[in-house]
């Protein structure tokens, strides 16, 4: 148990060196009381970020892409025949690893020595393969079932076919990426995850539909694609990280690699009911018609949504693996720390995306065409839940990384219940706007009972009154932005009125005054990435107050 975190220190973090606050430099430059061994973390965790938050943002903008060629090229009925079998797809994805991917990120950066390593990447990629190959033949027979049940399409049963016999291959190029993750190789990671893939997709689609084929087509592409990098990337992910995966010796790794691999999995089924539920119950209770054309309309407020979900994802890519190696030396002071700094620093990031989709949300469906404006409601309410849940940090993977996922396991499924039985009765009387609302209140509602877990359990609490600022930030920012509606319209008013905004909420946020760590943290940046980085920071920002 980490010592109480409450030290009143202005930026909520462990109490800094009495002699170091004595110390003139320190006195002049307070960036100076940050800890050695916190730097460390944080500049780590910070570089993770930075490549990562280039590289899922070209992610977001690869699948941006490829959904508008589908929307403008399928019409809003079969777009949403084809994303919902997209969909249900990545809900029985979500399971083919059988919890195995945050047990990598466990204990492949705290194994001891090479031949450790590759008996739990070994029993990783065993595991997905055998669970992946079950769940496609699940789906492929089952794919007759789910469409008379939801959609009654008659496209439906072949498209969910075409993407079960791609399901493992899906599978295999995310083991491959949780593998780069492992080792903390986030330059791979993201050239795979965040560029490769979705660039290869998008290189499918556009050919397909330039060849002239329908959506049968489009999907055969998309599964080829897919065939094509897995078998490309394995060699290059065991050669980039150094794992030779095998399972000899892996019996006796095998009860502590499943201990915290099942109930992984299990959190996923009850993750499954609090996330996704709302995707599936729009197919089941609306009108056959109604519900392919709200599922498209659906899915491209989803893809906005993911937009301001990229600040947490980009932190979140080295917060488990070094949050577990302080956890394991004792470290809790130091922790709580980072843990605080980071949290500011997702929420920091996240208020302008959030501001920005507030505003101009009407203009960002429209490009999407006339029909996605209607997604707007939905997207409003995801916007809340995505900033509490942006506004909590790594609050999951901490509860994982110091061993709670048993007391994560509970809060998962009695939340998940929950959500069913919210998201049933906002559907049947709401329609999407209800599933959006069932959605979003689960995971506001998760993230905060995770805050009191790790404040219960290992004494990690990262709020303070500093994260008011950037909140304070957002609303003068949001200001800005809405004042232009009167003047512009259409795409000239969300990159006008984006950029503009964007630079006020800066403004806004150096006036109140920015906190020593992040202070540091922007420095630490600045000085690695040279050029560039100021290009993206100004130096007028970096300095702070």
Same mark, same amino acid.
């Given at each position: 148990?980490?010592?109480? =975190?409450?030290? !009143?220190?202005?930026?909520?973090? #462990?109490?800094?060196?009495?002699?170091?606050?004595?110390?003139?430099?320190?006195?002049?430059?307070?960036? @100076?009381?940050?800890?050695?061994?916190?730097?460390?973390?944080?500049?780590?965790?910070?570089?993770?970020? /930075?490549?990562?938050?280039?590289?899922?943002?070209?992610?977001?903008?690869?699948?941006?892409?490829?959904?508008?060629?589908?929307?403008? @090229?399928?019409?809003?009925?079969?777009?949403?025949?084809?994303?919902?079998?997209?969909?249900?797809?990545?809900?029985?994805?979500?399971?083919? *690893?059988?919890?195995?991917?945050?047990?990598?990120?466990?204990? /492949?950066?705290?194994?001891?020595?090479?031949?450790?390593?590759?008996?739990?990447?070994?029993?990783?990629? %065993?595991?997905?393969?055998?669970?992946?190959?079950?769940?496609?033949?699940?789906?492929?027979?089952?794919? *007759?079932?789910?469409?008379?049940?939801?959609?009654?399409?008659?496209?439906?049963?072949?498209?969910?076919?075409? $993407?079960?016999?791609?399901?493992?291959?899906?599978?295999?190029?995310?083991?491959?990426?949780?593998? $780069?993750?492992?080792?903390?190789?986030?330059?791979?990671?993201?050239?795979?995850?965040?560029?490769?893939?979705?660039?290869?997709?998008?290189?499918?689609?556009? %050919?397909?539909?330039?060849?002239?084929?329908?959506?049968?087509?489009?999907?055969?592409?998309?599964?080829?694609?897919?065939?094509?990098?897995?078998?490309?990337?394995?060699?290059? %992910?065991?050669?980039?990280?150094?794992?030779?995966?095998?399972?000899?010796?892996?019996?006796?790794?095998?009860?502590?690699?499943?201990?915290? @691999?099942? *109930?992984?999995?299990?959190?996923?089924?009850?993750?499954?009911?609090?996330?996704?539920?709302?995707?599936?119950?729009?197919?089941?209770?609306?009108?056959?018609?109604?519900?392919?054309?709200?599922?498209?309309?659906?899915?491209?407020?989803?893809?906005?949504?993911?937009?301001?979900?990229?600040?947490?994802?980009?932190?979140?890519?080295?917060?488990?693996?070094?949050?577990?190696?302080?956890?394991?030396?004792?470290?809790?002071?130091?922790?709580?720390?980072?843990?605080?700094?980071?949290?500011?620093?997702?929420?920091?990031?996240?208020?302008?995306?959030?501001?920005?989709?507030?505003?101009?949300?009407?203009?960002?469906?429209?490009?999407?065409?006339?029909?996605?404006?209607?997604?707007?409601?939905?997207?409003?309410?995801?916007?809340?839940?995505?900033?509490?849940?942006?506004?909590?940090?790594?609050? !999951?993977? &901490?509860?994982?990384?110091?061993?709670?996922?048993?007391?994560?396991?509970?809060?998962?499924?009695?939340?998940?219940?929950?959500?069913?039985?919210?998201?049933?009765?906002?559907?049947?009387? $709401?329609?999407?706007?209800? #599933?959006?609302?069932?959605?979003?209140?689960?995971?506001?509602?998760?993230?905060?009972?995770?805050?009191?877990?790790?404040?219960?359990?290992?004494?990690?609490? =990262?709020?303070?009154?500093?994260?008011?600022?950037?909140?304070?930030?957002?609303?003068?920012?949001?200001?800005?932005?809405?004042?232009?509606?009167?003047?512009?319209?259409?795409?000239?008013?969300?990159?006008?009125?984006?950029?503009?905004?964007?630079?006020?909420?800066?403004?806004?946020?150096?006036? &109140?005054?920015?906190? =020593?760590?992040?202070?540091?943290?922007?420095?630490?940046?600045?000085?690695?990435?040279?050029? /560039?980085?100021?290009?993206?920071?100004?130096?007028?920002?970096?300095?702070?107050?």
């Amino acid at each position: 148990m980490s010592p109480d =975190p409450a030290d !009143g220190t202005s930026d909520g973090s #462990a109490t800094a060196d009495p002699t170091a606050m004595a110390d003139p430099t320190a006195m002049a430059d307070p960036t @100076a009381t940050v800890a050695a061994e916190e730097r460390e973390a944080l500049e780590s965790i910070s570089h993770g970020a /930075v490549v990562s938050f280039g590289g899922i943002s070209a992610e977001r903008v690869l699948a941006f892409l490829t959904n508008v060629l589908l929307t403008h @090229a399928l019409g809003v009925v079969v777009y949403g025949v084809y994303a919902f079998a997209w969909r249900l797809t990545g809900i029985v994805l979500m399971f083919a *690893p059988l919890g195995s991917t945050g047990t990598l990120l466990k204990y /492949v950066s705290a194994a001891d020595g090479d031949a450790e390593r590759g008996r739990i990447a070994g029993l990783a990629y %065993a595991t997905t393969i055998a669970m992946s190959v079950l769940l496609a033949v699940g789906l492929w027979v089952g794919a *007759p079932t789910v469409n008379a049940a939801t959609l009654n399409a008659p496209r439906f049963t072949f498209l969910l076919r075409l $993407f079960a016999v791609g399901l493992p291959f899906f599978a295999l190029v995310r083991i491959h990426v949780f593998l $780069f993750r492992a080792v903390e190789a986030v330059n791979g990671q993201v050239l795979v995850d965040y560029l490769v893939r979705p660039g290869l997709r998008l290189g499918a689609v556009l %050919a397909a539909l330039l060849l002239g084929f329908a959506v049968e087509g489009v999907v055969t592409a998309i599964v080829l694609s897919a065939v094509a990098l897995a078998v490309a990337l394995a060699p290059v %992910a065991l050669r980039g990280t150094g794992i030779r995966p095998t399972l000899r010796g892996a019996s006796g790794e095998a009860r502590r690699f499943y201990n915290h @691999a099942a *109930p992984n999995a299990l959190t996923g089924v009850s993750m499954l009911l609090r996330t996704r539920i709302d995707v599936l119950l729009i197919g089941f209770f609306l009108a056959d018609a109604a519900a392919a054309e709200a599922t498209g309309i659906y899915n491209v407020a989803l893809l906005l949504v993911g937009l301001a979900a990229i600040p947490l994802l980009a932190f979140n890519q080295l917060m488990p693996p070094v949050a577990s190696r302080l956890w394991e030396e004792d470290r809790f002071e130091t922790l709580n720390a980072v843990y605080t700094t980071i949290t500011r620093l997702i929420l920091t990031t996240t208020v302008p995306l959030v501001a920005v989709m507030v505003v101009f949300g009407p203009e960002l469906l429209g490009l999407f065409g006339p029909a996605y404006r209607r997604g707007y409601e939905v997207l409003l309410v995801f916007m809340v839940g995505r900033l509490i849940g942006n506004g909590v940090g790594a609050t !999951g993977w &901490l509860l994982l990384m110091t061993e709670h996922q048993y007391a994560r396991l509970v809060l998962d499924w009695f939340l998940a219940i929950l959500n069913v039985v919210l998201s049933y009765l906002f559907v049947v009387h $709401f329609g999407m706007v209800g #599933a959006a609302l069932g959605t979003s209140s689960s995971i506001a509602i998760q993230n905060l009972l995770q805050v009191g877990l790790l404040r219960r359990y290992e004494g990690l609490m =990262p709020f303070d009154r500093t994260f008011l600022k950037p909140l304070a930030a957002g609303v003068g920012a949001m200001a800005v932005m809405w004042a232009h509606r009167a003047v512009l319209a259409g795409p000239v008013l969300i990159a006008v009125g984006s950029l503009v905004g964007v630079v006020a909420f800066a403004g806004f946020l150096r006036l &109140l005054g920015i906190q =020593p760590r992040d202070r540091f943290v922007w420095r630490a940046l600045g000085r690695r990435y040279g050029t /560039v980085a100021r290009r993206f920071v100004p130096a007028w920002v970096a300095s702070g107050r």
